[in-house]
């Protein structure tokens, strides 16, 4: 089962998912004189960023709006790094948040678990209702795929819906949203002890952290908002359930920190590298408190 | 204002928005065996639809997962769609229904407004919260571009999230969606009395459908449900607001008519436009009830 798969390596490489969010300007100018097209540009820095880093990330996360901005070519770039991610041993994640019903999601179950675009995971947006999510689920019976349902997001937003006071008992939707997916998750269940069905949640802030990893065991965290979006290793630490329950992504922090350094440039796949170690470390050391 | 040029276009051709969501099961097999490639079969089933449906119909919806499905190849066809409609000086609506934050938002608006992939109308999903919407702000500035956000949609599943009662006077959550969009809206209020942020309200419940129309008067809805998904002319008739205030979609209804008779194969740009012509006249009976 793939949620056993990136348990495992989660186990052998850490916790830090790296995000490919690969915006031209992150790239450095040197690359880009280097190719042509902007397909090619795109593939070489995740390429090179990806060998770096093999062995000690478990999983690659990458948002497909930063290569819809491309179009075909950045798209292109997207479908690239799927496969190469593929071909080098190791596990992707669609950071699609495609949220739509009935013969709409099964297109878009075709496009990102069978086209083109395949990837092990993928993120999905729930507002429309659960059945923005069964049509996946054929998927996951054969059990070679998974997902990651948005759950609580830590963007200031997230107030506006997500944590309105709803229904008899006054929870909060998230809570709503979890409950049904931890029922819906457990015939996904994997040796690990984690579900095929998996929840995004936001990793700024502590308060309630505690009680939504204990109302959900079962489930796997996709924890982004590390790094650059606010978020510290103390805070996301909590989600982790002290058994690698969970992914702790960062995007810029990790493909852009070659700009601090005056050989960044000709090394950013090296900074790259320092940068997952150091996240790693941050977040180790937020366990121990 | 874009909303302006919807307007008018819905005044002279009617109300019916043609969902283009190109499966490959949809279109005939004699055009199949015409041509090679997918993207050239996916684009010219569309053309030959929009050739013959111009002067009839405002506005063509095309659902982007269906072309996601068939990769790289199916989005050339989605962006050379989007090209002709414009260049045959109609209106184009990606539904595209993305709902993320900051600067994935911001790659969203590039690839949606600007880039390989344009389109004078996309939707968008709140779930995330208004930081989902704001990015898109700045197209709305320059008034050429608009959007159509979430807000009650007609699916089972719509009852899982959208209608449970939330906050203080116990609201249903689209409301608290609704009144915020209403309020964002008014900064873009065209000529026509509407906004360039409009609605996606689903067309089949008529218990509270008066009470929505009311509360966002200045609200443009786009309609989808009609046909296949269950709403009939009098359902849809009631968002309209007696003054063209919506468009309908309808999608499978129009694009695969052509399968009910013998010589659809050959001619299902003719039905498509039966079609239309059937489904405007249901709704303007709708609306003598």
Redesign the interface.
């Known amino acids: 089962m793939i949620i056993d798969r990136l348990y495992e390596e989660v186990e052998k490489k850490g916790i830090v998912c790296v995000g490919l ?1 690969t ?1 031209l300007d992150y790239i450095p100018k040197k690359l880009k004189d280097e190719y042509q097209d902007v397909d090619r540009i795109m593939f070489e820095f995740n390429k090179r960023i990806i060998d770096n880093t093999l062995d000690i990330v478990p999983i690659y996360k990458l ?1 497909i ?2 290569y ?5 070519k ?3 770039a997207y ?1 690239r790094t799927l496969e190469y991610i593929k071909s080098a041993g190791s596990l992707s994640i669609g950071d699609i ?9 099964e ?2 179950g ?3 678990f069978e ?3 395949e990837a092990d995971f993928i993120t999905l ?8 999510i069964t049509p996946y689920l054929k998927y996951l019976e054969r059990r070679d795929k998974g997902i990651f349902v ?1 759950l609580r ?1 830590s ?8 944590y ?4 008899p008992q006054s929870n909060y ?1 998230y809570y ?2 979890g409950d ?1 997916l931890k029922e819906l998750g457990q015939n996904y269940i994997g040796s690990c002890g984690y579900s095929l069905i998996g929840a995004v949640v936001g990793g700024t802030h502590i308060d309630e952290g505690e009680e939504i990893r204990n109302k959900y065991k079962n489930m796997f965290f996709l924890i982004p908002g590390y790094g650059r979006q606010g978020g510290k290793g103390k805070d996301v630490v909590i989600y982790l359930n002290k058994r690698n329950g969970g992914i702790v992504n960062s995007s810029r922090g990790i493909i852009t920190s070659y700009k601090k350094y005056e050989d960044g440039d000709k090394n950013f796949e090296k900074y790259a590298r320092l940068a997952v170690l150091d996240m790693r470390e941050d977040i180790l050391n937020g366990e121990r408190i």
């Open positions: 969010d915006h948002q709006a930063y819809e901005a491309y179009g075909i950045g798209l292109m479908k948040k495609r949220g739509d019903i009935s013969s709409t999601a297109m878009y075709k496009a990102h086209g083109d675009f947006n729930p507002y429309m209702g659960f059945d923005t948005l997001t963007n200031p937003g997230a107030k506006d819906i997500q309105l006071k709803a229904g939707i709503h949203i049904r």
